[in-house]
Structure formats: structure tokens, C-alpha cells
């Protein structure tokens, strides 16, 4: 498919009735094809991928992608192409904002095709174990919702061993239970409630497994 | 139906499962006064014009952005080598030199 081609497809995809969380997962595969025609190998992550795995209360319209294989230049050369300019360090278009904050990808991914684009995103559980490791590290209470979003987005759906694992090596399992047991418990969840429960499990870590 | 047009049949309906999953929490949430990690001030100044920023507060650490960035170990790790001077602001992708569509780099 053409540059042009591609160019007219990000316009329908944008600007068509379709919800937002289509249009940004369409445009974004849209994107990713263009990139990858350039050879390089885009993945989306960050609040995109959030709204991709569980549209939720809050929509965004910026477009984080890893992008291996290729250059800056090379990237700007194909959204520029695609319509984008570049005021600053990112690519805009209309209320489009793409941003590329890297270009390594070691975390597992899914390819899912829509319409006849393919979207590479982070999986899942990826993206939820990095709410959390955000939340014990940082203490950002923001990202203790967006956990408990998704764990309750997600339900049975969850694979929670390489989500363990994850949270495992970050030193952060200890807030998987009590994040999920408030996400189920239907009880009101503000500032105050999460700051209680990062000052409780802060220091507790899961008993070491014994050396074979 | 094409196989392509089946994929966003799925989609539409994991969307939707996942939606009914989360509205129960979703009704009882109030994010006043919650933290998230700062937007580059361009993408912030972007969402600002477009009444886009959302409720939560931004708090800035380059130790979050070094750590997103997945070069220098985990979350710990990257805090811990921060505060022996082993990582600097000279790590944090924010104060990488990005000379993209320049003078310095023309297309």
C-alpha cells in the first residue's frame, strides 16, 4: 500500500463516526504500517495500549510507539509523509500526538489485525504490571486505579503468572492482592485510601521461594 | 465477512465485556488530588490547548523516565543508581539532543 494510500486511510479512520477507542487503535495501526513498509518495528504502549486492552473513563489522543530498527530522521520521514508536522519533539496532526519514547522492546506483544492493518501493542499484563511497579516505586496513586481498572476490566481473561513474574522482578508483587481485593470490594476509592495502602505493603515483599 | 472485519467483531465485544467489567469501580472512584508521572512539557502544553489533560496531578522524577526506557534495570535498580550518581539527568530521555527535521540533520 502507497504512502498516499496510507495518508487517505489515517484520514478516514480519524475522522469517521466510528468510537474513539477505534478510531486511535486504527489510525495507530495505520501508523504502524507505514513504519513497518520503512522497515522498522513499531509497538504501541503507554495510555494508548491501555485504551486499546480496556477503553476506559479516560480517552487519550496521545500515541506512544517503540519503534526499533531505524532512526529519528527515518521515523519522521514517513509520519511526515503521513501529514504529520513537528512543532516540538513530538508529531502532531490535528489533535493527534504521536511520541516515540523508545526504540527497545523487550516486553512480550500481541498483533492483532483490523481491517487490513496490523496493530502491534504490548500485552496486556505487561501494561498492567507497569501500573503498578509506577505505584509502589513512585507512589502514583493515579496508576493504582488504572490497575485496578484493568483488573477488573480484565477479570478471568488475566494471565496472571507472567503478570507474577513481571511484578516479581520490579519488587512489586505485594500490591497485586490488595489492589485487586479493592477493586472487587465495591467500597469508594480516593487519594486517601490508596495512599493507605501503598504505606502498608511499601516494605512487606513475598517470602523468598527456597533454593531447590 | 472477511476475516479482517471478524477481528473488530471481537474487538467491539471485548471492549464491551471488558466495559461492563470495569463500571462497578468506575462509579466509585473520586481522583481528586491523584498523581500520575508529568507529560513532556510540549505534550502537556498540547493537551492543555485542547482541554485534554484529564484530573490527575503530574509529578515530575527523570527516574521515571529512565526507568521506562528499560536500559538500566528495574524500577529499584534505576532509584538506587540514581541516588549513588551512577544514572544523572544526562540518562533522562527528556535531555536527549533530538536534532529530527534540524538544520543540523536535513531531509
Do not use: C
Amino acid at each position: 500500500m502507497s504512502i498516499d494510500q496510507l495518508r487517505r486511510a489515517l484520514d478516514e479512520a480519524w475522522n469517521s463516526d466510528r468510537e474513539h477507542a477505534e478510531r486511535l487503535v486504527l489510525v495507530t495501526a495505520i501508523l504502524q504500517t507505514a513504519l513497518r513498509e520503512a522497515g522498522m518495528v513499531p509497538t504501541l504502549v503507554g495510555g494508548a495500549a491501555i485504551e486499546f486492552h480496556a477503553p476506559g473513563a479516560y480517552t487519550t489522543t496521545d500515541i506512544d510507539l517503540v519503534v526499533e530498527r531505524r532512526t529519528r530522521e527515518e521515523i519522521h520521514q514517513v509520519l511526515t509523509a503521513l501529514g504529520f508536522t513537528k512543532p516540538t519533539r513530538h508529531w502532531v496532526r490535528g489533535d493527534l500526538h504521536v511520541e516515540v519514547p523508545g526504540s527497545y522492546m523487550a516486553d512480550p506483544t500481541d498483533d492483532v489485525e483490523i481491517d487490513r492493518f496490523i496493530l502491534r501493542v504490548v500485552r496486556k499484563e505487561v501494561v498492567l504490571a507497569d501500573r503498578i511497579v509506577g505505584f509502589r516505586e513512585w507512589q502514583h496513586s493515579a496508576y493504582a486505579l488504572q490497575a485496578m481498572d484493568l483488573i477488573r476490566a480484565f477479570g478471568s481473561e488475566l494471565d496472571e503468572d507472567p503478570l507474577r513474574d513481571h511484578l516479581r522482578r520490579e519488587g512489586a508483587e505485594q500490591y497485586f492482592e490488595p489492589l485487586r481485593r479493592l477493586a472487587l470490594s465495591g467500597r469508594k476509592i480516593n487519594e486517601q485510601k490508596l495512599r493507605q495502602i501503598w504505606r502498608r505493603y511499601h516494605d512487606a515483599r513475598p517470602p523468598k521461594e527456597e533454593e531447590p | 465477512m472477511s476475516g479482517a472485519n471478524d477481528n473488530l467483531v471481537l474487538l467491539r465485544e471485548m471492549w464491551a465485556r471488558r466495559r461492563a467489567n470495569a463500571a462497578p469501580l468506575r462509579a466509585v472512584v473520586d481522583p481528586t488530588g491523584m498523581t500520575r508521572p508529568a507529560r513532556h512539557p510540549d505534550e502537556h502544553a498540547f493537551l492543555a490547548e485542547r482541554k485534554g489533560l484529564g484530573p490527575f496531578v503530574e509529578v515530575d522524577d527523570p527516574t521515571y523516565r529512565i526507568w521506562r526506557t528499560g536500559k538500566y534495570g528495574t524500577a529499584a535498580e534505576v532509584k538506587e543508581k540514581w541516588a549513588r550518581g551512577e544514572l544523572g539527568p544526562e540518562h533522562d530521555p527528556w535531555n536527549e539532543p533530538d536534532l529530527t527535521g534540524t538544520e543540523e540533520t536535513p531531509l
